[in-house]
């Protein structure tokens, strides 16, 4: 399966941006799909994800603010993140897991103060 994400830039504190995420290739296993980031000198963490049943998880310093849906009908999935504070400035990449966990290539966002 191929991830293409789209929709990084930078925006100051506060601030919105949304993510996409266009999934392609043998996408008809795809158990789960969702969004991790990874911040400098950091270890990549999940940030949002659907489960198998289609539940969406959050992390804790995102659950509020940061929103994640799909669309089926064009294999995508979105990251609406509003309210952005400087430390969810980092490099953030879709995930899909069938047998293993395959990555996009990463959307920069920078947040400033």
């Known amino acids: 399966v191929q991830l293409q994400a789209s929709g990084g830039g930078s925006v100051q504190a506060g601030g919105s941006l949304r993510l996409s995420c266009v999934a392609s290739?043998?996408?008809?296993?795809?158990?789960?799909m969702g969004w991790y980031r990874e911040a400098p000198g950091q270890r990549r963490e999940a940030v949002a994800t659907f489960t198998v049943d289609g539940t969406a998880v959050y992390s804790a310093s995102v659950k509020g603010r940061f929103t994640i849906s799909g669309d089926n009908a064009k294999s995508t999935i979105y990251l609406q993140m509003d309210s952005l504070k400087p430390e969810d400035t980092a490099v953030y990449y879709c995930?899909?897991?069938?047998?293993?966990?395959?990555w996009g290539q990463g959307t920069l966002v920078t947040v400033s103060s």
């Open positions: 995930a899909a897991v069938r047998t293993a966990i395959s």
């Open positions: 290739g043998a996408i008809f296993d795809i158990k789960g």
